[in-house]
């Protein structure tokens, strides 16, 4: 998904503050100069004379340019000079930039800079509502470990661990894939086995690449959407942005489906999101403890059939980890 007219502004909106900010150090540096060193504006006064002498010149005389250049040169050298002789540093009236590669541009011709490439992403993960959390719930912090490996689950056929070896395995195609294979995830299990650290670690290796990503719980996704369908408050046009931003993004990441009061509304809202996306061709990952006759029972059969029927169906196994991080974390400040 590509930024938004807005999203782009806001961007570069960054940028016309970095080029404000930079004019304005050059204009306070430059008085505090020609203050101490009256001079120095002699000098670049004569430079800007000897510019238009050289302009002219190109035009007819083009014999005394290389002349005129040789003496803004002299003179440039006179300035550094100054500079040096009065204790400034001898590149102090060159501008600031926040980047020297595209002048706080954005741009490099008609490329974007790499400094404008790490905003899109940094503005991404502000957006997606995970910035803080992917610190700390990423693939290089995932612990196998937290998985048993001393009894078979009878679902799956597989110790947790296994299982869970095998879903990370899917996880990372998932993200590997993105590109030219859109999917959908579906993670269900008990409470603690890890389904929303897993949503996590996908988001940040997507929002590394600059994919949009938003993560909502299932409780704040229909609120938003309740919200911006009766609240009159709300303008049409931010209605509109904030539906499209949901239905459009490149992964939408539903979190804890089922916590939400179940009705008439949520589940219409539902179906309409999950089949706009698929439509599209817009990625979705769904994390819920319902199991499956428990999503059958409390969703409509057309929702039901949209799940197993285009998604790719993982059941996390195991105990609940939060509760031992809880307890190794007791047992380490008791001794």
Not at 113 to 135: G, K, P, T, W
Not at 246 to 254: A, E, G, T
């Amino acid at each position: 998904m590509k930024l938004t007219n807005s999203q782009y502004e806001q961007l570069m909106s960054v940028y016309y503050e970095r080029q404000v900010r930079s004019k304005h150090i050059s204009r306070i540096r430059y008085d505090e100069v020609i203050t101490m060193i009256p001079e120095y504006h002699d000098l670049d006064l004569q430079i800007q004379q000897i510019s238009l002498d050289y302009a002219k010149s190109r035009l007819s005389r083009g014999d005394q340019a290389q002349n005129l250049e040789q003496r803004i040169e002299h003179i440039s050298k006179q300035k550094e000079q100054l500079l040096l002789s009065h204790g400034f540093p001898i590149d102090y009236l060159k501008p600031v930039y926040h980047c020297q590669d595209c002048q706080d541009t954005g741009y490099i011709g008609s490329q974007k800079c790499h400094c404008f490439e790490r905003e899109i992403v940094n503005f991404l993960y502000a957006q997606s509502n995970l910035q803080d959390v992917l610190e700390r719930e990423n693939f290089s912090h995932f612990n196998l470990n937290f998985y048993p490996d001393d009894y078979i689950e009878e679902t799956t056929g597989q110790t947790p661990r296994d299982n869970m070896r095998n879903i990370l395995k899917t996880a990372r195609n998932f993200v590997a894939d993105f590109d030219e294979i859109p999917g959908n995830l579906l993670l269900y299990g008990n409470t603690g086995v890890g389904k929303t650290f897993l949503t996590n670690c996908i988001a940040k290796e997507l929002l590394d690449k600059s994919h949009t990503v938003v993560y909502l719980t299932s409780l704040k996704l229909f609120d938003i959407l309740e919200t911006y369908k009766f609240d009159r408050d709300v303008s049409y046009s931010e209605k509109n942005a904030a539906v499209s931003y949901i239905l459009d993004s490149d992964l939408l990441i539903i979190d804890d489906l089922g916590t939400e009061l179940n009705n008439s509304f949520t589940s219409s809202q539902l179906y309409h999101c999950i089949d706009t996306r698929l439509n599209h061709k817009r990625a979705t990952i769904i994390s819920t403890n319902l199991s499956f006759d428990d999503l059958r029972e409390q969703y409509s059969e057309r929702i039901f059939s949209r799940l197993t029927s285009n998604y790719t169906l993982l059941k996390l196994t195991g105990d609940d980890i939060r509760l031992k991080k809880a307890i190794m974390q007791h047992t380490n400040e008791t001794h």
